[in-house]
């Protein structure tokens, strides 16, 4: 099927369901934005927490700051890829309450406040190192042409995906000025990639027959490879954190060798995640997951509560 081109006036829009109450634009706006998708952002936060600078004021200053950078960044490209995919999300049952795929956002103001917050975003950037701003753009350019083209690539849509979160990730890192760890950086992807797998799964196995006519890549997955993908992510990503948390190397980085005693919550979290996933039938977006579930969010809280223990405080030691 043909796509239209990202700046054309789209033909009328889908009215909104009947007992629904019509946004206003303003409210349209804010809602395209998906704050709720916002906590992917806080990825940014690990190079500060796991670079030993949580307690210095200026490097939360600059963690802070490239956190609303990236909130700004993903806001930007979220109205981007829903001015691209507003046909198919009408026909989807969630997405098509979405205020562009309504008609509740005209796409004329949806694009120039995509180009400002891009722009924005990556000028903030910039005010706080140029290397950020570095990351930024590149941050920037692999999600637009996720949206523009990758998605439509089967294994390159979720490594994409994967590929932004590690960019924040390397984002937090650089604001900070603090070494980079390469196990954080494999960790991170592989946490990316198990979302990833489980979301295209989610969305597979709720639309059902019609998977393709929404989002065509899916007709490439099915549940039973996407089964198997999520199998071998899971393995790693646990295996992976275990030899991060227990090296040498880190427990000299970082002034503990107890970090192991986190690696029960990662394995709650994950077997938690996937309990959701095939019992629940969630995952269709991680930020909604969490938020939404108390045990999962609990569990993270836990283990974000124990690393900075375990780092800041004689107990580590």
Request: aromatic share 8%; with cysteine.
């Amino acid at each position: 099927m043909a796509r239209s081109p990202l700046i054309q006036v789209p033909r009328p829009f889908h009215q909104p369901a009947i007992g629904t109450a019509r946004r206003s634009q303003g409210r349209a706006l804010v809602v395209s934005l998906r704050p709720e998708q916002w906590t992917k952002n806080l990825l940014v936060f690990a190079g500060l927490i796991f670079g030993g600078r949580l307690l210095e004021p200026a490097a939360i200053l600059a963690a802070f700051s490239t956190f609303v950078v990236f909130c700004a960044l993903s806001g930007g490209i979220y109205l981007v890829n829903d001015l691209r995919d507003r046909e198919g999300d009408q026909k989807h049952p969630i997405k098509r309450q979405r205020p562009i795929a309504a008609g509740e956002l005209p796409a004329s103001t949806a694009l120039l406040a995509a180009i400002v917050l891009i722009a924005g975003g990556v000028g903030g950037a910039a005010l706080v190192t140029s290397a950020l701003a570095g990351v930024a753009s590149a941050y920037a350019a692999l999600l637009l042409l996720y949206s523009l083209a990758l998605k439509h690539f089967v294994i390159l849509d979720v490594m994409t995906i994967s590929a932004g979160f590690v960019l924040r990730a390397v984002a937090g890192a650089v604001a900070v000025m603090v070494p980079i760890s390469s196990w954080l950086l494999v960790c991170a992807t592989l946490l990316a990639l198990f979302l990833a797998l489980s979301k295209r799964r989610h969305e597979l196995v709720l639309l059902g027959g019609g998977a393709e006519e929404h989002r065509p890549i899916l007709d490439e997955y099915s549940p039973y490879l996407l089964d198997q993908m999520i199998s071998v992510v899971t393995a790693s990503t646990v295996m992976g954190y275990t030899v991060y948390a227990t090296s040498p190397d880190t427990a000299a980085r970082l002034g503990t060798s107890r970090l192991g005693l986190t690696v029960p919550f990662v394995l709650y979290g994950i077997f938690r995640y996937l309990y959701l996933v095939h019992q629940k039938k969630g995952g269709g977006s991680p930020s909604t997951l969490l938020l939404s579930d108390r045990p999962l969010l609990l569990c993270v809280g836990m283990w974000i509560g124990t690393a900075a223990v375990l780092m800041y405080s004689p107990l580590g030691h």
